[in-house]
């Protein structure tokens, strides 16, 4: 008996989040609730209030604006009128709010409810900035930060610009926030951030970071959202029957899912996912109802993931193997003391002067004791394309590996920033190395990777 | 339902207007300027157009009144060229309200074209436009005083007409 609801004239399900007011007006119309005199009278009386702000932002020096500026006033009035009307119970009372109330009290209504948000949402920024997640990751750091949403509270226009959100947000939600706009956009948007902070802050930093660190290396600079990976691998570690605060996983766990996960139809695997989140919620001692539908509204898209996985076979880019940064090979390679400044000048000089190709490289044989002086010759000598070629084939392997990891191939766009010699020497080096038997170049580019130049 | 508010420009406002024109002839009349009431629809209807034209909406009336004010006792405003210099004042004026970003007042505004108008542009209206308000514009913009005058020239000029 409980669920049994009131019958409304105006389904809530097609009003507009965003345009409210709008969405609104034109439902109570089709319903009958309003007629063409009410809405007449009712854009009448928006458009005289839009003539009282209009003069207020001019501060009465001027009688005309800009069609633009009297728009975005429009929306901000609308904006907040609708803020309003969407408090109400349900929308036959809006309905009936905006048949007998003033336009002018609604929008004095909606501008208090709107300051009233923003102070609430203020409220969640400063909490959310508490429970933020220690991580590299840039486009979480920035958007948390003054740059970020901080700018919102220092430019947000209660009058005038209700319904723009001036911040820049760069993070992506799990679970995006749709149909909002203005400060209902930055309310909702902190309180989903707050959620997902709780659930990762369940997690030791370390290990969200080795388990992003395994997801690519240089996940500080991707648009990726934390909370998903985290809650994924810890559903991963579930059903691999591994500890979830570890968050790992390794690949024969995942060849065993696969075994274990394929056995089971579509209705089957979701309840099992949906008792797996159950038990998780229950060991990390997650109570918050809020985060916990939070936690259920992600799983579809989660579970759609696994299954496309499952079929495509592709279950490890899902699951993620984290992976430990310092417990990676390394190779450190020290490029040693460079030369007296007036002996190399002497050694480019003479370089410049020699005729023969054969002599150039001797020359350089014989005085060039170091990487980095090698590495200035390359710069300072105006070698040719075949000089360059026969000098890299008196190196050895790690040194070629290190040339690549000091002058990395560039594509044309990035090499435009670049200097002339330093384009050179990239491109001949790339041609060098294509013509290198394949196995040579795959090990040089695997000592490249591992490569740190002291 | 829409809220497409240059639609909705209320023709009350506009036969406000024009009563509000034509009642200035009581002031303008001793100086033989008078406008008919075909003459200020038309100066309305040319407002009208210009705020389209520049893309901009205006909500009160007031500006071709506060032009009349300000430039029927030119000296260079007669009753042959009355209504035709008017025009084209409304023209200039909403121009160059876009063009100065809306720094600058109406009041402001229309001093500076008359003071213009009466002084440097000796009654043209093509030097006002593509002269003065367009260095006073641009003045404006660059974050000086409206008057400011960068060239020899204008100085000398300024210096001359202190003399005098």
């Known amino acids: ?30 319903c009958g609730l309003l007629t063409e005199s009410d809405l007449e009278s009712i854009q009448l009386q928006c458009i005289s209030l839009l003539a009282s702000k209009s003069e207020r932002y001019n501060r009465g020096e001027s009688s005309s604006l800009r069609v633009e500026t009297a728009e975005s006033i429009m929306e901000s009035i609308l904006y907040s009128i609708g803020l309003y009307l969407k408090s109400l119970p349900d929308p036959d009372q809006a309905a009936a709010e905006l048949k007998t109330a003033k336009i002018p009290e609604l929008y004095e209504k909606g501008r208090r409810l709107v300051n009233t948000k923003l102070q609430v949402a203020k409220l969640i920024y400063h909490m959310v900035q508490k429970n933020k997640i220690d991580t590299p990751n840039h486009s979480y750091n920035s958007t948390l930060s003054e740059n970020g949403i901080g700018i919102f509270f220092k430019s947000y226009n209660l009058d005038y610009g209700a319904h723009d959100i001036p911040a820049s947000i760069d993070y992506q939600l799990c679970n995006p926030v749709n149909d909002l706009a203005g400060v209902e956009f930055i309310e909702k948007y902190l309180k989903n951030l707050y959620l997902e902070n709780q659930f990762c802050l369940s997690f030791a930093a370390e290990s969200i970071h ?79 109802s809020s985060l916990q539908s939070y936690i259920e509204s992600s799983l579809p898209k989660i579970i759609s993931k696994i299954e496309n996985a499952l079929k495509l076979n592709t279950l490890s880019k899902v699951f993620i193997i984290p992976v430990d940064p310092d417990l990676e090979p390394k190779i450190q390679f020290e490029s040693g003391v460079k030369m007296d400044d007036e002996e190399y000048r002497d050694l480019i000089a003479e370089l410049l002067r020699c005729r023969y190709s054969a002599d150039k490289l001797e020359l350089i044989k014989e005085k060039v004791k170091s990487f980095a002086d090698l590495e200035d010759i390359l710069f300072d000598a105006e070698l040719k394309e075949e000089e360059f070629a026969s000098l890299f084939n008196t190196l050895g392997d790690v040194e070629i590996a290190a040339m690549i990891k000091r002058h990395p191939f560039a594509s044309e766009i990035q090499a435009v920033d670049l200097a002339e010699a330093e384009q050179a020497v990239r491109s001949y080096l790339e041609n060098y190395i294509k013509q290198l038997p394949g196995n040579r170049q795959e090990r040089i580019f695997r000592i490249a990777k591992h490569l740190t130049i002291i | 339902m829409s809220f497409d508010i240059m639609n909705k420009y209320p023709s009350l406002i506009q036969k406000q207007a024009v009563a509000e024109i034509v009642k200035c002839n009581d002031f303008t009349g001793r100086f033989g300027l008078t406008l008919s009431y075909e003459d200020a629809v038309e100066l309305v209807e040319k407002r009208a157009l210009a705020l389209k034209r520049y893309g901009r909406i205006e909500f009160g009336g007031g500006v071709i009144e506060k032009l009349i004010r300000e430039f029927y006792d030119s000296p260079y405003i007669s009753k042959h060229n009355y209504v035709e210099t008017l025009n084209e004042l409304i023209e200039i004026f909403y121009f160059y309200k876009n063009d100065t970003l809306d720094l600058i007042s109406d009041e402001e505004l229309i001093k500076f074209m008359k003071d213009s108008f009466n002084g440097r542009c000796q009654g043209s209206l093509e030097l006002l436009a593509g002269r003065e308000l367009e260095k006073m514009a641009r003045n404006l913009r660059y974050g000086y005083a409206p008057d400011y005058a960068d060239n020899e020239a204008d100085k000398e000029w300024e210096a001359e007409n202190e003399d005098g």
């Open chain 1, 1 to 30: 008996m409980a669920n049994i609801e009131k019958r409304h004239s105006i389904d809530s399900k097609s009003l507009s989040g965003e345009f409210y007011f709008n969405s609104l007006l034109r439902e109570a119309y089709n």
């Open chain 1, 210 to 288: 080795h388990l992003l660190y395994g997801y690519d290396k240089a996940y500080a600079d991707l648009l990726i959202n934390i909370f998903e990976q985290v809650l994924t691998a810890a559903l991963g570690c579930y059903l691999a029957d591994r500890d979830i605060r570890e968050l790992s996983i390794t690949e024969e766990d995942i060849r065993g899912l696969y075994g274990k996960l394929l056995k089971y139809d579509n209705h089957t695997f979701r309840l099992i996912i949906h008792k797996a989140i159950k038990d998780i919620l229950a060991e990390l001692n997650i109570t918050n």
